[in-house]
């Protein structure tokens, strides 16, 4: 089946193209797409591009940063305002997947990829889209719960807060080949400090559902108390609580609930 590319100067135009055609699919870095295109998937009959700089432009000079869909993985490693997202960008693939990958398209890998999205998600990262009902700003948690209602629409940015101290943000990926296999878990958290307190604790967890999620259980545990030993233990208890991992060929549904308590204790205590 032929496949007709668009290319637009502007991402105005790449979001109507968009929505006017159910089986068009935007094309960033390529690598969900054209890893579909190539395995047959008949479903997509136009690609849509755009060349609009906005959605590559990095902003993270202030106290809220904000990454363009377009923005690569190997960009954020050469941003030193960015060293705290080093280690999810570094996660993710050999060099030339960074090279190419993105964190718009990051928003829709499904398991047992998606890692940079469980830093996003951990950070309470909001994501931009433009469509049919024009541009808003969604939630990232209430964007993947529906992301797979998200054909016709293009991711424009995400834009978080940025972490008050180096420390206030963790990041773990399991993986059996490393750094470019896919996850059996991967968590984030961020735990801001007011004083010796957590205050406003998230914890993310890949793997551990059809999409990233959070982990609420531990959340509560860790809110409002200070991170030692005693509260780390409490939320690495919990950790299993609300998730619903599934079988692959990296490991069992039944493995990945055995361990996320063991490498969320590990993250917050700042093993190896």
């Not at 960074?98 to 909001?126: E, H, I, K, Q, S």
């Not at 700003?137 to 964007?143: D, G, L, Q, Y």
């Not at 998730?243 to 308590?261: C, F, H, K, M, Q």
């Amino acid at each position: 089946m032929p496949v007709t590319v668009k290319t637009f100067g502007s991402s105005g135009e790449a979001a109507a193209a968009l929505s006017a055609d159910r089986n068009a699919r935007y094309l960033g870095g390529g690598t969900l797409v054209m890893r579909a295109l190539n395995e047959g998937d008949i479903s997509i009959s136009t690609i849509v591009r755009a060349s609009d700089h906005a959605m590559t432009r990095i902003e993270a000079t202030g106290a809220r940063i904000t990454l363009g869909a377009g923005v690569t993985y190997a960009r954020i490693l050469a941003e030193r305002d960015l060293a705290f997202l080093h280690s999810p960008a570094r996660s993710i693939g050999g060099p030339a997947v960074r090279n190419m990958g993105t964190v718009g398209g990051n928003l829709f890998a499904p398991n047992p990829y998606g890692d940079f999205t469980v830093a996003m998600l951990a950070l309470d990262a909001v994501v931009s889209v433009q469509g049919g009902l024009g541009s808003r700003e969604v939630p990232i948690e209430e964007f993947l719960q529906s992301r797979d209602r998200q054909t016709g629409t293009l991711v424009l940015a995400i834009s978080f807060a940025k972490p008050g101290s180096p420390d206030a943000f963790h990041y773990r990926k399991i993986a059996r080949i490393k750094p470019k296999g896919g996850a059996v878990i991967t968590l984030a958290a961020h735990l801001p400090m007011n004083g010796s307190r957590i205050v406003g604790a998230r914890v993310a967890l890949g793997s551990m559902a059809p999409t990233p999620i959070r982990a609420r259980a531990a959340e509560r545990a860790l809110e409002g108390r200070s991170l030692d030993a005693s509260t780390i233990n409490a939320a690495a208890a919990v950790a299993v609580e609300g998730t619903t991992p599934g079988d692959n060929a990296l490991a069992s549904a039944w493995y990945r609930r055995e361990i996320v308590g063991v490498h969320l204790k590990r993250l917050l205590s700042g093993q190896e």
